[in-house]
Nanobody, 119 residues
Framework: QVHLVESGGGLVHAGDSLRLSCAASRRTFSRHAMGWFRQAPGKEREFVGSMRWANGDTYYASSVEGRFTISRDRTMNTVYLQMNNVKPEDTAIYYC????????????WGQGTQVTVSS
């Protein structure tokens, strides 16, 4: 089990950049995958992107492809979501999560961090 804490959210303008962080309480095993999700007011939670911890392979939702980038710092046990050219529709609470590679569901979740993009 991995305990996760997100940070870095805030108020930004459309077109700006923001980097979110997700710190793990202990070293993440290579069998884990890390995911980023978001939930906007009145909408269901949606997938943003994911990364295999072991090799850094990433996968992104089409809505953020080319704008968002997931990276990791193995020494710091931290995964990042770099958000570039943000849009008002990116406004949401962002969550990081962890799951075992090969499993369909994420079973460890952070508390979330609010991102608000003004037009």
């Amino acid at each position: 089990q991995v305990h996760l804490v997100e940070s870095g959210g805030g108020l930004v303008h459309a077109g700006d950049s923001l980097r979110l962080s997700c710190a793990a309480s202990r070293r993440t095993f290579s069998r884990h995958a890390m995911g980023w999700f978001r939930q906007a007011p009145g909408k269901e939670r949606e997938f943003v992107g994911s990364m295999r911890w072991a090799n850094g392979d990433t996968y992104y939702a089409s809505s953020v492809e080319g704008r968002f980038t997931i990276s990791r710092d193995r020494t710091m046990n931290t995964v990042y979501l770099q958000m570039n050219n943000v849009k008002p529709e990116d406004t949401a609470i962002y969550y990081c999560a962890a799951k075992a590679v090969g499993e369909s569901n994420y079973n460890c979740w952070g508390q979330g961090t609010q991102v608000t993009v003004s037009s």
